[in-house]
């Protein structure tokens, strides 16, 4: 398959993931605020029915919140990186590739991995500290696990921002040179 088809079917692929993500964030987002403020009863279907938080909302309205709202935060975060993915493909000039707008993005996107990275572990470390206070929670773990695949693509797009800045450098050299 050449460049320029994948390129697009990526492109495709980023979007879908970004609507999609940013539709995930906004769920938790007006489910807490109606679980909050309109209809505590709710918090038993908080996502159409797979999560059930009437346990944690027993327990305490503030924990009922953190945990969501680190739910709503690690999923806006990741639409973020899908939407720093699609800056990328805007930007791109297969004939120059290395643009330095180009490694700004990449070097967000490293950024925007470790910090989901970090919430991602703080929710953990929470919902395990509420497990350990008897409070009954659905599988965290959709939500929340996989904060070493981030801190992993973090770091692999420190390891590639830095190989993409270098050849930034040659490039503006060449184009010195001719």
């Known amino acids: ?47 159409r029915g797979e999560i059930d938080f009437s346990n944690l909302y027993a327990f305490s309205t503030g924990a009922f919140l953190m945990v969501a709202l680190l739910m709503a ?53 929470y919902s395990e500290w509420l497990l350990k206070q008897g409070v009954k929670l659905p599988l965290m773990y959709k939500y929340f696990g996989g904060a070493d695949v981030f801190l992993m693509m973090g770091a692999m797009l420190f390891i590639i921002a830095q190989v993409f800045k270098r050849g930034i450098e040659i490039q503006t050299e060449n184009d010195l040179t001719v």
């Open 73 to 125: 935060l690690v999923a806006a975060i990741k639409a973020y990186m899908f939407y720093l993915i699609i800056l990328i493909f805007k930007t791109l000039n297969m004939v120059k590739p290395f643009s330095s707008e180009v490694g700004r993005l990449i070097f967000k996107i490293a950024y925007m991995a470790l910090f989901i990275c970090t919430l991602s572990w703080l929710g953990t470390q």
């Open 1 to 47: 398959m050449e460049t320029k088809k994948m390129l697009q079917i990526l492109n495709v692929i980023a979007w879908t993931l970004f609507i999609l993500l940013c539709i995930q964030a906004g769920v938790f987002l007006f489910n807490t605020f109606f679980t909050l403020f309109i209809n505590p009863v709710d918090s038993k279907y908080f996502q």
